[in-house]
């Protein structure tokens, strides 16, 4: 049973380009969390999504992110018009419950030349 | 607006010795988290706990909810415990994974 699965491990844009994170959850995991931690910051809560539904998109910048987790594939987490300060590594979690034990992934890393 | 403070910031540790990591919240949670995150490597949940004390191998978690305190210990530490410890909370009056993270302890143990 694998863990939760993020891919790219490292990813590397231009500015103005798009990026787009997965994140596949354990198997029979309907809950699904992005997490951002950018350099020598904390890590901040961005959006929590269940099958095809946003729950919580209250820790999401407004302009140019999106995330969505289709009834059938992994959550995507998509940053349109990359700037620098977008460089950070992306976590996703899951959990079978909205309330229960969350696994990580080993993130993704952003960075933005 | 929950705000979760981490003490030590840094700590640093002979092999063998008894480590505590502290985690004060400022606000009711319904569930405390310890993490643990290697450099430049994935996060590891290590206990999710809302009452009393949990152990794990070497590690105990222990929390007090009248004073929103929570410490994580290291008995006989060893140079592979050396990671990020991050507490983190959920929002308060949120049961879902809507976390509030502390700044993280960076805990190196010399063999």
């Not at chain 2, 700590?11 to 430049?40: D, K, M, R």
């Not at chain 2, 060893?78 to 994974?97: E, F, L, Q």
Request: hydrophobic share 30%; glycine share 10%.
């Amino acid at each position: 049973n694998a863990g939760v699965m993020q891919n790219p491990r490292h990813l590397v844009r231009r500015r103005g380009q798009e990026a787009r994170l997965r994140c596949s959850p354990m198997k029979g995991h309907s809950h699904v969390y992005w997490y951002r931690q950018l350099p020598e910051e904390g890590l901040k809560f961005m959006v929590y999504l269940q099958k095809e539904n946003i729950i919580d998109e209250s820790g999401m910048p407004k302009e140019r992110f999106s995330a969505e987790f289709p009834k059938e594939g992994p959550s995507i987490l998509r940053i349109q018009q990359v700037v620098r300060g977008d460089s950070a590594a992306y976590f996703c979690a899951s959990s079978d419950q909205g309330d229960g034990g969350y696994t990580f992934g080993s993130g993704t890393r952003l960075t933005v030349v | 607006k929950n705000e979760v403070e981490q003490s030590p910031q840094n700590l640093t540790a002979q092999e063998g010795e008894f480590i505590t990591i502290n985690c004060s919240y400022s606000v009711g949670i319904s569930a405390l988290h310890w993490l643990q995150q290697h450099p430049g490597g994935g996060i590891v949940s290590l206990f999710m706990l809302s009452s009393g004390k949990k152990k794990h191998g070497r590690l105990i978690a222990t929390i007090n909810i009248q004073e929103k305190h929570s410490s994580l210990h290291i008995t006989a530490s060893h140079p592979r415990d050396s990671a990020v410890y991050i507490c983190a909370s959920n929002a308060g009056g949120t049961s879902y994974g809507k976390l509030t993270f502390g700044q993280g302890t960076i805990l190196t143990v010399h063999p």
